[in-house]
T-cell receptor, first 117, second 111 residues
Framework: EPEVTQTPSHQVTQMGQEVILRCVPI?????FYWYRQILGQKVEFLVS????????KSEIFDDQFSVERPDGSNFTLKIRSTKLEDSAMYFC???????????????FGSGTRLTVV | QKEVEQDPGPLSVPEGAIVSLNCTYS??????FMWYRQYSRKGPELLMY????GNKEDGRFTAQVDKSSKYISLFIRDSQPSDSATYLC???????????FGSGTRLSIRP
């Protein structure tokens, strides 16, 4: 079964450093997402991306965050200057899109655990 | 009032029992309703999805949506120890919009 692949599985970084989280969505999917889950809290939406641009973002997704699809397969989340409170599991997800009628219920990756020290 | 409310549990039941998991929500714009299962340190895995009100059955799992009451449920029949996980309800207003998750119910099935 197709899956969303995320690397690395665990990243430790120092406060103030830049970090890039990488995702390979399912190949025929058109919509891409990042979510995060702080330990013990709910999964929260960060950003959605379609047709090479951000389609929606949450208030969490401030100027420190950016997303990019640098080639036909990768989808990245960059945090420019990490803070302690950015420590969380970051999940990438992808979906086919509404035109197929099966877009709801995205496929999530296994996540990257980001620890800011 | 929170947009999506879910009892965090934990919920512990004996193997073979019927499990009922529930969520309430406040946003009447939600049209798509999902249940995800999440194992420790893993991503959410889609179990069931329903559009608008009604019931949907898949094997031992049944999802129910009552939009008039803004209430959704997931029933697990003949529960197995392998069903032990955190169950997340989730909702969307449109088919490509963001998902709003509940806080998750931690379920444990005792052998």
């Amino acid at each position: 079964e197709p899956e969303v692949t995320q690397t690395p599985s665990h990243q430790v970084t120092q406060m103030g450093q830049e970090v890039i989280l990488r995702c390979v969505p399912i190949s025929n999917h058109l919509y891409f997402y990042w979510y995060r889950q702080i330990l013990g809290q709910k999964v929260e939406f960060l950003v959605s991306f379609y047709n090479n641009e951000i389609s929606e973002k949450s208030e969490i997704f401030d100027d420190q965050f950016s997303v990019e699809r640098p080639d036909g397969s990768n989808f990245t989340l960059k945090i420019r200057s990490t803070k302690l409170e950015d420590s969380a599991m970051y999940f990438c997800a992808s979906s086919e899109g509404p035109s197929t009628g099966r877009s709801y219920g995205y496929t999530f990756g296994s996540g990257t655990r980001l620890t800011v020290v | 009032q929170k947009e999506v409310e879910q009892d965090p549990g934990p919920l512990s039941v004996p193997e073979g029992a019927i499990v009922s998991l529930n969520c309430t929500y406040s946003n009447s714009a939600f049209q798509y309703f999902m249940w995800y299962r999440q194992y420790s340190r893993k991503g959410p895995e889609l179990l069931m999805y329903t559009y608008s009100s009604g019931n949907k059955e898949d094997g031992r799992f049944t999802a129910q949506v009552d939009k008039s009451s803004k209430y959704i449920s997931l029933f697990i029949r003949d529960s197995q120890p392998s069903d032990s996980a955190t169950y997340l309800c989730a909702m969307m207003a449109s088919s490509a919009s963001k998902i709003i998750f509940g806080s998750g119910t931690r379920l444990s099935i005792r052998p």
